[in-house]
């Protein structure tokens, strides 16, 4: 049975349209992530339950007619996998993940894995955990985020760090990643900031936080620009982008000058009228109401 969805990215990435849009949604779960290959053609993202205790990254391609339907990934389905990311050469894949080394089993925390490929049309590989100056054993890791030159930016709890949750940055030297480092307080505070999406050059930052004095009440979207080497304070996105719920998960396609973002917003109403099941379902199942669905933007940085 075709599953009914809402994929416009078709004839939105170049759209200029001025209010917030709903590009994907599956009824009945949250769909949360946003990672859009460089030529437009692949698409992942995660698929989790409302009370989240199940997630899987799906993968949709771009075809003659549209967008193909969507499918689990060849590396997902049998853990809590999620948050995928694309290095923009299109060859490697980052991702969060519950499962173990042997990947056999679970494990109590989240770490961040790897796939490779030869090429855009090979398959994925086996994948492979990063080292331990990025995974630690006695905490999560989430949220991977990678620039042009292999420049890793995800989100920990660490001792070093300023709040509940940081983001930090683990550089490539020679192939391997290096001690990670904490960002400064331009981006990082006391309270919480996670989702980090780092642009392909390095220059341009995206991620939520939850508890600053000028959020929106839900956790909120803010950027940051680096100039001449420094990053600069980060500013709230507005009211246009942020609501009361939660907004994250940020992705700019700098090309087509699009900004995606998962949202919960909800403009559910204590309805007056008295519809029937039919209408109920629709409302509950479809547009704004509360369920992680991923929205865009047209908006240049």
Not at 85 to 107: K, V, W
Not at 189 to 207: C, K, V, W
Request: glycine share 8%; with cysteine.
């Amino acid at each position: 049975m075709k599953l009914l969805l809402m994929l416009l990215i078709t004839g939105v990435v170049s759209a200029k349209n001025d209010t917030p849009k709903i590009v994907f949604e599956i009824p009945g779960v949250h769909v949360r992530d946003f990672a859009l290959s460089t030529d437009g053609k692949e698409l992942y993202m995660t698929m989790e339950s409302v009370g989240k205790d199940a997630s899987q990254i799906i993968k949709v391609n771009k075809t003659p007619t549209g967008w193909s339907e969507p499918e689990i990934a060849s590396f997902s389905g049998q853990f809590k996998d999620l948050e995928p990311f694309l290095h923009p050469n299109g060859l490697q894949l980052f991702f969060a993940s519950n499962r173990n080394d042997e990947q056999n089993a679970t494990t109590e925390q989240f770490d961040i894995w790897q796939v490779e490929r030869k090429s855009q049309n090979d398959k994925w590989g086996v994948p492979v955990k990063l080292n331990e100056h990025i995974n630690t054993t006695d905490g999560n890791e989430f949220y991977p985020s990678v620039s042009s030159n292999g420049n890793l930016y995800f989100t920990a709890t660490k001792k070093n760090g300023l709040g509940k949750e940081d983001i930090y940055v683990s550089r490539l030297v020679d192939g391997q990643y290096v001690t990670a480092e904490l960002l400064p307080d331009t981006i990082n505070s006391a309270t919480y900031e996670f989702n980090a999406y780092i642009n392909p050059d390095e220059n341009m930052l995206f991620f939520s936080s939850f508890g600053r004095k000028d959020g929106h009440g839900g956790g909120d979207l803010y950027v940051s620009h680096k100039v001449e080497g420094t990053w600069q304070p980060a500013v709230n996105m507005g009211a246009d982008i942020n609501t009361d719920k939660l907004d994250y998960c940020p992705f700019y396609d700098e090309k087509n000058q699009m900004f995606f973002w998962t949202s919960n917003r909800s403009n559910l109403t204590a309805e007056q009228n008295k519809y029937d099941f039919a209408k109920w379902y629709q409302i509950y199942t479809s547009g704004e109401n509360g369920s992680g669905k991923i929205y865009s933007k047209a908006m240049k940085f």
